[in-house]
């Protein structure tokens, strides 16, 4: 117990230290994706409070951060759009459809963790997990290119002039910063992200130059700028919202798919912090405490969100590793927003866009590039699609997608190895030992390997190498014994799994005479047992 502390103290500063990091990096990240989502910034703020406290108590992943994200904000504008043309002009009734969505986009989350459905993030292969990556470090960069734009006249148009110099300046000074700190010795543990930060907030500030700021962007996005209260229970979505099935029809659909982006985003992030930290984290904690959230946020007048790449990767290159990271995240935003808001607004834009890059040159997988030609081809066609997937479409799609992918390319290739070895015993039965996955795929080829017309009188098909793996197979062993059998000819199975056996003999009892149980080959125990 007193190690289980220590430990734990140990790394205190770090955890507080990064937790600051991050809470300044959530700010603009909120009220942009708030802004993407058609809502007010306080919606994604206050999102991104109650989602990053709740995950980082109750989530399964300690050290992953969680608040409003771009890939749900896209799905929402849609869904806020249609919901305010139900209502009358003022009215803001797509404001409370979204909050009604995202309770149901939190109880479908919660079902998910129920029904201990996020094991199922395992079967997400690795090309998939690192064309996810490079994707979301694209779209992650992409967002960051719309920091580069003013308003002028009214109107929202790219840099240009010292402006721009002024902007590109810091981004890189901010770069820099965070590049060549931790390579000197003195200052290696210091979190370069904040430090980076602190100096060119001081350069702006003392300096008086006129540089683009948190309060700005906001402003100019159309907010009155950080200042709020405490979040409140939304009891207008109860007056506003009418509890029929007709609304269950319009939200239903943007719950599930928002569920499902938020939970494939959490899940593979969290896959990708244990990677990094080498530790394992708890999928279905994460789908209870995801959900959870959500419906809390639903209700208190949030967006709903789900885990941060980017603010992840912050905290953990900071030496976030603990809860304490993400509670201190969230409480600190909390805090900017109740007392620091004139502080926070005056941070430069840039500075954030800095630390932003950086995590997109940490999140890339850059080994992609060196190994996109040792690896098989179908396995770097998954990577490329579910890159540019992720790009032009969404993480769910892409993902998705890509399992699809790899999922038939390794039917068709398992599908290529079914063998038959034959042999004819000295009483003359033909004997048909197979090898290889015997599946929907490889039932063609299997099928091709016997001549039924021109067999002996017996006829024995051994299974001992084989794997009998669905239904279509035992359909294809119960069709060719009915071949043997309509041509006069005595055939016996042998090897079958006692699954397999039960599966066939329920199907058609009059298999039981066929199927061999006396097994003497000692090969078979060792099989089965390698296969219980």
């Known amino acids: 117990m007193t190690e289980f502390v220590r430990k734990r103290v140990a790394n205190a500063k770090n955890d507080i230290l990064s937790g600051l990091t991050v809470a300044l990096a959530l700010v603009p990240e909120a009220v942009a994706f708030a802004f993407v989502a058609g809502v007010d910034p306080l919606v994604g703020l206050y999102a991104a409070f109650m989602i990053g406290l709740i995950t980082s108590i109750f989530g399964g992943r300690p050290g992953m951060i969680s608040g409003a994200t771009g890939a749900l904000a896209v799905v929402m504008v849609s869904l806020v759009a249609e919901g305010n043309a139900m209502g009358t002009e003022g009215e803001q009734l797509g404001l409370y459809y979204l909050f009604a969505t995202v309770i149901l986009m939190g109880v479908i989350q919660m079902l998910a963790g129920v029904f201990k459905l996020g094991k199922f993030v395992r079967l997400i292969p690795h090309p998939v997990m690192m064309g996810f990556v490079n994707g979301l ?64 907030s001081a350069i702006v500030i003392l300096g008086k130059l006129d540089a683009a700021t948190v309060g700005s962007f906001i402003r100019d996005g159309g907010g009155e700028g950080l200042k709020g209260g405490l979040p409140q229970f939304q009891f207008d979505i109860f007056n506003k919202v009418p509890m029929t099935w007709e609304t269950l029809w319009f939200i239903g659909p943007y719950a599930i798919i928002l569920a499902a982006i938020g939970l494939i985003e959490s899940l593979m992030t969290l896959n990708l912090i244990d990677e990094l930290t080498e530790t394992r984290g708890n999928s279905n904690r994460e789908c209870l405490a995801q959900g959870g959230a959500n419906i809390v946020t639903g209700l208190f007048g949030g967006m709903g969100g789900c885990a ?115 042999h004819i015993k000295e009483d003359g039965t033909k004997v048909y030992e197979i090898w290889g996955p015997l599946f929907f795929g490889s039932i063609q080829a299997f099928n091709a390997k016997f001549d039924v017309a021109n067999d002996p009188e017996n006829v024995e098909i051994d299974f001992i190498e084989s794997r009998v793996s669905d239904h279509s197979a035992l359909e294809a062993i119960f069709n060719l014994v009915g071949k043997y059998e309509e041509a006069g000819k005595k055939v016996r199975v042998k090897h079958l799994s006692e699954e397999c056996q039960a599966l066939m003999i329920k199907a058609s009892p009059r298999l039981a005479s066929v199927i061999e149980h006396d097994i003497d080959d000692p090969r078979y125990h060792v099989m089965a047992k390698a296969k219980q």
Do not use: C, H
């Open 137 to 200: 470090a694209i779209v992650i960069f992409l967002s960051q290119l719309g920091m580069f734009k003013e308003y002028v006249g009214g109107e929202k148009v790219w840099m240009q002039g010292s402006n721009l110099f002024l902007m590109l300046g810091f981004v890189l000074l901010t770069m820099g910063i965070m590049w060549g700190l931790p390579k000197i010795k003195a200052t290696a543990k210091l979190p370069e992200a904040l430090i980076a930060i602190l100096v060119v």
């Open 308 to 422: 941060m790449i980017g603010q992840s990767i912050i905290n953990i290159k900071g030496g976030g590793r603990t809860r304490l990271s993400g509670i201190v995240a969230a409480v600190t935003l909390l805090m900017f927003i109740l007392f620091a808001s004139g502080l926070i607004e005056q941070v430069p834009i840039a500075a954030l866009v800095g630390v932003m890059f950086m995590v997109v040159i940490g999140t890339f997988a850059w080994s992609s590039f060196r190994i996109l030609n040792k690896i098989p081809l179908t396995d770097a066609i998954v990577l490329i699609s579910v890159s540019l997937l992720t790009v032009f479409f969404d993480l769910a799609v892409a993902v998705i997608a890509g399992v699809i992918m790899s999922a038939l390319a390794f039917a068709w290739e398992n599908a290529k190895k079914i063998r038959a070895r034959k």
